[in-house]
């Protein structure tokens, strides 16, 4: 079974609207991270954002937040304001003891494309 | 200093070549990874280093050899290799290999196999 899905290959978003990126997960541990990376066309990965599985609050940095909803087992990250350098690919991440060996389980990914 | 430093940017190398990725990083983090990423695919983890012990190798073929000659430092060996392992080598480290410990990610080596 795939450990970290998102459904959605390719979104658009106009300029200065909120989007939402979608992952869910599969894991048995009580005890998780869940990541969101940024990969533009340079090809390095930035760190956006993380949670915790038992932070209480969603986690916020800046324009982005996560949407962390963990009966349902996802983590949409949510961006506010797009601004055209926000197009790129986004990878959700999960790192658990036991499912994965403490070792990232990246998703497949989704390209954003943010129009003028 | 919150960099990983990745060389050379850009490598083209002959099946019969050999040559080397290098990885540096002063942090003072004690995990350092290296990924293979084809385009538009997510990232493979290949090896993985923790206290500069080889710690995980993901069934990555002999002709990558991966060395930590120090806490700092990460190469990656490169020796025979195949048109087919062409793509965008990452290295990676995190302050140790915890559940929460994000990973900070070099630039990457785009690799080409002729």
């Known amino acids: 079974a795939q450990k970290i899905t998102q459904t959605q290959p390719g979104m658009f978003v106009q300029e200065k609207e909120a989007v939402t990126l979608d992952c869910t997960y599969d894991?048995?541990?009580?005890?998780?991270?869940l990541f969101w990376y940024k990969q533009p066309s340079s090809g390095e990965m930035i760190f956006l954002i993380y949670?915790?599985?038992?932070?209480?609050q969603n986690a916020t940095e800046g324009r982005y937040s996560l949407n962390f909803q963990k009966a349902r087992k996802s983590a949409n990250l949510v961006i506010s304001a797009s601004q055209l350098g926000d197009s790129a690919m986004y990878f959700c991440?999960?790192?658990?003891?036991?499912?994965?060996?403490?070792?990232?389980?990246f998703g497949t990914g989704t390209s954003l494309t943010v129009i003028p | 200093d919150t960099e990983v430093t990745q060389t050379p940017k850009h490598l083209v190398m002959g099946m019969t070549n050999k040559k080397s990725l290098k990885c540096e990083q002063h942090?003072?983090?004690?995990?350092m990874y290296w990924y293979k990423q084809k385009a538009k695919k997510p990232p493979e983890l290949m090896f993985v280093?923790?206290?500069?012990?080889?710690?995980i190798n993901e069934s990555v073929p002999s002709r990558f050899s991966p060395e930590c000659p120090n806490s700092s430092l990460l190469n990656l060996h490169l020796h025979a290799l195949q048109p087919e392992d062409s793509a965008l080598y990452l290295c990676?480290?995190?302050?140790?290999?915890?559940?929460?410990?994000?990973?900070?990610f070099g630039s990457g080596t785009q690799l080409s196999v002729l």
């Open positions: 949670q915790g599985s038992y932070d209480q």
């Open positions: 942090m003072g983090h004690r995990a």
């Open positions: 280093y923790s206290y500069e012990k080889l710690s």
């Open positions: 894991t048995s541990d009580p005890s998780y991270g």
């Open positions: 991440a999960m790192r658990s003891p036991v499912d994965t060996g403490n070792q990232f389980y």
């Open positions: 990676a480290s995190s302050l140790n290999s915890g559940t929460g410990e994000k990973l900070f």
